[in-house]
């Protein structure tokens, strides 16, 4: 037998070891099925091999060094795999081989020196692993080499330096590295080069002229270095360059306008630089553009009117630069256009009417505008309710006037937000406005509209924030939640708003027909009297059953601050007044007596305060420390303060009001009380561990992953919690969770790379963040995963994490690299909390489920990691709608878990 295929199947199990019989075997096709375990130790005595393809499977261990003698060997495919080890040194005797792809494994260590003897190798693929250390200067005698991939790992050196030897190059790749030097003068040799990715590395220094002289280019970028200089005037000799990334770098100076001159260029990336000067009038030539990002830099001057004529425009980004003049008229000619975004400059006048007119018609592709923070005037056109596919539209921070136009409610297809806010629009809120049954977000503040809000709000279902504070509006708040559970500061501020609302608004003296006309006196009498005996009774009936159940209300109804009948809610809008809480809150807590700390953390301590009207609230105050500190403590109140605003969900704990004193050196939150305190002190105390059975332990996570979920994909920016952990999620009366403490959250700027310094608690902290800093969703995704265990061991899971393939997990524990295929073994009953009992049946599907769902958080490449959206998804999903394991419970082992779908 010389050929022996079978890729691309849905084969599972090991590869069987007498495969190595073989002798005569030429190609061996494995490839793109389910095999596990290791690959078979002799597979070395396959010598007439010429193909080897192991690829795309759930291999784990070692390469091993048997395979090196493969001397006829000229294609070895174990890319995508989870194998883990060195690179074996022998790999330099397989002289026959042209084609080594090992990418996307978890191999570690050093590229052996040995790889520069392979003289016929062509293709290089090492990406996507955590290899270390120099790549051996030697590579540059590898002069056969087309295609070079070794980004995505932790490589370190001047690279380029020997790569700039490999004169046949296609390809180069070497993207997020820790690859450091400047880009030589010799990258100029690399003539047939048509793709080259230096990006997220420590490159300095200017770009070289000679990297203008690869006319084959199609693609160049050098985004996230230290790039420093102008963009060489030659850029425009790439005539061939489709895609231009030189974002997140330092340069400086004018963007060239022979860059114009590139007619192929597709995508052109300038943004977060230090560029000055006008954008050129020449970039009307680019007809082949289809994205173009230019924010967040220093340009000044007009928009180009030329830009118009980019009908194949679908990315207009040049927000946050000192742009200004008018937006240009003829921008509705840009027909493909999906997101435009111009806010935070210095533009001025009306915003165009035809911005959603082309000369065909509406622009049907339009999703999103952003025009906020300028200094546009006059109405806003009618016209605007012509952009029929619209999901976002933000107009803050303006100076436009006159009434609201009723077009607005055609955008039925709204739904992530709309902010008019912080303008001068007057008059009514239209009715139409009901229409916008798909919109989450509304913002209406700090304008001077007035009369009532409309009573069609109530078909408003998805709205889960609004804010129409600083107006002048009257009578009832509509009976949906977005209003009910809005914060006082979100409806503060008008002149006579009342109705239904967990902060205590007084309830409306009279009904109200059509907006205007009152009832007759006596009707109002007889009605008052009814309803008062129902209230009182409904109020009696209330406390007995609260009483009998011993149980508070959901976070969304806050029935633990409010008894109508003889208490008063101090944060409620109406009764609130800052000085009296900031009082209130001192002598409850004895001005912060040690014996009220429930808590403590890296920047503040949580005290349990009881007022005077009976509210008990949990308080956070400020670690009061040296100036330097103050620096990073204010830092931590201002996050905590501007995330908490921006979220309400049941699963997230709620911020009432935070108070501060410049005197007095205080500054603290105030949230409301969760009552049984943080999943670290459930699970440490014995007897309330076994309380917390497998069922609310499964809702606990549930309820978790719903709150991150709602802050990385339902809050406009994205909020990032970055320590999440045991002592960071609550559970109240009823176990659920409650997700606490956002001292270090991040809101995520959508033109912004997003870099901070690590933050987070050692053993939940994302391996990447430890080399990129890069504050993403997905560092959250880890956590998270982290807390599955936890909750689901009844302890921090180092050494459950510590016995589970590097290959899949980065372990917490620098001993797990000591076996070769560990975790395999390891039964899930085993490792499971054991105070609870034995699951049920039922409950132990629901744990494999879980586990899986949990283990996929974990995995060290942060892209292959599922977004919080899909994990709450997943853990909603009926069992029925679940692949089966296929295995009973009992025998389950972590890596049958860690394995692909089952």
């Known amino acids: 037998m010389n050929l022996f295929s079978i890729f691309h199947n849905h084969i599972s199990g090991p590869i069987p070891t007498s495969i190595s019989n073989l002798s005569n075997l030429q190609t061996l096709y494995l490839d793109r099925n389910r095999f596990s375990g290791t690959i078979p130790q002799d597979i070395g005595k396959l010598r007439s091999l010429i193909d080897l393809a192991f690829s795309k499977n759930n291999l784990t261990g070692l390469i091993p060094t048997s395979i090196c003698n493969m001397s006829n060997l000229n294609y070895l495919y174990l ?71 070794l980004s995505v790992n932790n490589l370190i050196g001047p690279v380029l330096v020997a790569l700039c030897n490999l004169t046949n190059l296609r390809y180069l790749g070497v993207f997020i590295n820790h690859f450091s030097g400047t880009i030589p003068q010799d990258i100029g040799r690399l003539q047939y080069l048509t793709e080259l990715d230096l990006g997220t590395n420590s490159f300095h220094g200017p770009i070289p002229v000679s990297l203008c002289n690869l006319s084959n280019l199609n693609i160049l970028r050098l985004f996230q270095n230290e790039l420093s200089g102008p963009i060489p005037q030659e850029i425009g000799k790439l005539v061939s360059l489709t895609n231009l990334e030189l974002s997140t ?42 994205d173009i990002e230019l924010s967040i830099n220093n340009l000044s001057g007009p928009i180009p009117y030329s830009l118009c004529n980019l009908t194949n425009l679908k990315i207009l980004y040049l927000n946050q630069n000192q742009l200004s003049g008018v937006i240009p008229r003829d921008i509705g000619r840009l027909s493909s256009l999906i997101s435009v975004a111009l806010h935070t400059n210095n533009l001025v006048s009306t915003i165009p009417t035809f911005l959603c007119n082309s000369t065909v018609g509406t622009l049907p592709t339009l999703q999103s505008i952003s025009l906020f923070h300028n200094q546009l005037t006059g109405p806003i056109p009618k016209q ?82 609004v804010d129409v504070s600083f107006n002048q509006l009257s009578g009832p708040i509509p009976n949906i939640k977005a209003f009910e559970n809005a914060p006082f500061d979100a409806l503060r501020n008008n002149s006579g708003l009342c109705g239904n609302h967990s902060g205590g608004f007084k309830p409306c003296g009279s009904l109200v027909m059509n907006g205007r006309k009152k009832v007759k006196p006596r009707l109002v009498i007889i009605l008052v009297s009814l309803f008062g005996s129902l209230f009182l009774s409904l109020t009696f009936l209330a406390i007995f059953f609260r009483l009998r159940k011993r149980q508070v209300g959901n976070i969304e109804q806050a029935d633990q601050l409010t008894d109508t009948n003889t208490r008063r809610n101090i944060f409620s809008v109406q009764n609130y007044d800052g000085k009296l809480v900031f009082e209130e809150i001192i002598e409850a807590t004895e001005n912060f007596d040690t014996n009220y700390c429930i808590g403590a953390g890296g920047y503040g ?105 709602y802050m990385h994909h339902d809050c406009i920016p994205a909020i990032v919690h ?87 997990l980065p372990s917490l524990s620098s001993s797990s690299s000591s076996s070769n295929i560990p975790g395999e073994n390891t039964m899930l009953k ?73």
């Open 79 to 149: 890319f995508g795999n989870q194998l883990s080890g060195q690179i074996p040194q022998e790999i330099g005797r397989m002289a026959s081989l042209t084609d080594l792809e090992l990418a996307a494994n978890n191999l570690n260590g050093p590229i052996p020196t040995s790889i520069s003897n392979l003289s016929n190798l062509d293709t290089l693929y090492l990406f996507g692993n955590k290899l270390s250390g120099n790549v051996p200067v030697d590579i540059g005698r590898l002069v056969s080499l087309i295609d070079v991939q």
């Open 249 to 290: 770098t330092n340069l400086t100076g004018p963007i060239p306008p022979s860059l114009c001159n590139i007619s192929s260029l597709n995508t052109l990336f300038l943004f977060e630089n230090q560029l000055s000067g006008t954008i050129p009038n020449e970039i009307g030539k680019l007809s082949s553009l289809t």
């Open 384 to 465: 605007l309710g012509e952009c029929s596919n619209l999901l976002y539209l933000d107009l803050r921070r303006n100076s436009l006037n006159g009434s609201i136009p009723l077009t607005i409610g055609s955008l039925i297809s709204l739904q992530m937000r709309l902010d008019l806010s912080q303008n001068e629009l007057s008059g009514e809120i239209p009715s139409d406005f009901g229409k916008l049954n798909k919109l989450e977000i509304l913002n209406l503040s700090h304008n001077k509209l007035s009369g009532s809000i409309p009573s069609s709000f109530v078909e408003m279902v998805s709205l889960n924030s």
């Open 605 to 709: 301590s949580v005290y349990k305060a009881e007022l005077s009207t009976g509210q008990v609230v949990a308080v956070k105050k400020l670690h009061s420390s040296d100036e330097g500190s103050e620096v990073i403590g204010l830092k931590s109140f201002e996050s905590e303060v501007q995330a908490l605003t921006e979220i309400r969900h049941k699963n997230i704990v709620k911020l009432f009001g935070f108070c501060s004193s410049v005197e007095r050196n205080i500054s603290f939150l105030i949230y409301e009380f969760v009552e049984r305190g943080s999943l670290k002190k459930i699970l440490c105390d014995g007897e309330q561990a076994v309380e917390f059975d497998w069922i609310k332990r499964l809702i606990f996570i549930k309820g978790a992953a719903d709150a991150l979920s």
């Open 722 to 808: 970055r320590d999440i952990s045991s002592n960071n999620v609550l559970l109240d009366l009823e176990y659920e969770a409650r997700v606490s403490d956002f001292g270090t959250a991040r809101i995520l700027k959508p033109d912004s790379s997003n870099w901070t310094s690590l933050a987070g608690t050692y053993g939940y902290v994302a391996p990447e963040l430890a080399y990129t800093m890069k504050v993403t969703e997905k560092c959250d995704v880890y956590s998270f995963g982290v807390l599955v265990l936890e909750v689901l061991h009844g302890r921090h899971p180092t050494e459950t994490i510590a016995l589970l393939s590097p290959a899949l």
């Open 830 to 902: 085993d490792i499971l909390d054991q105070c609870v009992g034995a699951p049920t049946n039922v409950m132990k599907k629901e744990i494999m489920h879980f586990m899986k769902v949990g283990l996929s958080c974990l995995r060290g490449d942060p892209r292959t990691r599922p977004t919080m959206q899909q994990v709450s998804i997943e853990l909603s999903l009926s069992a029925h709608s679940r692949p089966s394991f296929g295995k009973p419970f009992e025998t389950i082992t972590l890596g049958d878990l860690l394995m692909g779908d089952s």
